[in-house]
């Protein structure tokens, strides 16, 4: 049963748009979110995180939101950008032990169409 | 600059031969992780350790097993390689749990199996 879900597999937007990427949970007991970013043959790259005591975080282009009653974040990237072309994914992790895992939703490949 | 490095980009084994991925990491980092990537699955949490030669499973651990003699080194290993296990290999590395930080990944290891 999967914790961390990104319902949408791929998005396609215009170059200089908003582009909003999905990410639902069911697990309460997370407490910690972030986005990854990764290109192919490629690690991923941290993006930006969400602690669950706040509903925004903000980095530069990049903004995510967490509605805690819906068990929903988002990442929007203001403007898009043509390098923003990658593979995204959403991640979970509930703090309270010192064996925390890292859960992983399944991705969405953003295109950045010019 | 934080780093996690694994020992080889791409290996290709044949069936049944045992498999060793390494993952050094240089942060003296308490966590280390094993992941696998394939498409459409998002990244499958195989083994992940908390402390020196201490280890949970994760998701998908059938088929493998992990060593972690030394806090910098966490070892992936496929007993009896099988053309199923044919997949991106993502090592990744964080700081205690109690902490709100990122993992940090290696630049993966596409391992396929003939």
């Known amino acids: 049963d999967q914790q961390v879900k990104q319902n949408s597999p791929s998005l396609s937007v215009q170059e200089g748009r908003i582009s909003i990427l999905n990410c639902d949970y069911t697990n309460s007991m997370f407490d910690y979110f972030l986005w990854y970013k990764k290109y192919p043959a490629e690690g991923p790259t941290f993006l930006i995180s969400?602690?669950?005591?706040?509903d925004k975080n903000e980095d530069g282009r990049f903004t995510v939101f967490l509605n805690k009653s819906a068990k929903h974040l988002s990442l929007h990237i203001v403007p898009s950008q043509p390098g923003d072309s990658a593979v995204y994914f959403c991640?979970?992790?509930?703090?309270?032990?010192?064996?925390?895992?890292?859960?992983f939703g399944s991705g969405t490949r953003l295109s950045i169409r010019p | 600059d934080v780093k996690v490095t694994q020992s080889s980009r791409y290996l290709v084994k044949r069936t049944g031969e045992k498999v060793f991925l390494e993952c050094v990491q240089d942060m003296d980092h308490e966590n280390m992780f094993w992941y696998r990537q394939d498409p459409g699955l998002g990244l499958r949490l195989i083994y992940f350790s908390y402390d020196v030669k201490m280890k949970e499973k994760g998701d998908i651990p059938e088929g493998y097993s992990v060593s972690r003699e030394k806090k910098e080194r966490f070892s992936l290993i496929l007993e009896s390689a099988s053309t199923n296990q044919t997949s991106m290999y993502l090592c990744a590395s964080r700081a205690r749990a109690l902490m709100n930080t990122e993992a940090f990944f290696g630049q993966g290891t596409r391992l396929t199996v003939v």
């Open positions: 969400i602690s669950s005591i706040k």
């Open positions: 991640a979970a992790v509930s703090a309270g032990s010192s064996a925390s895992k890292i859960i």
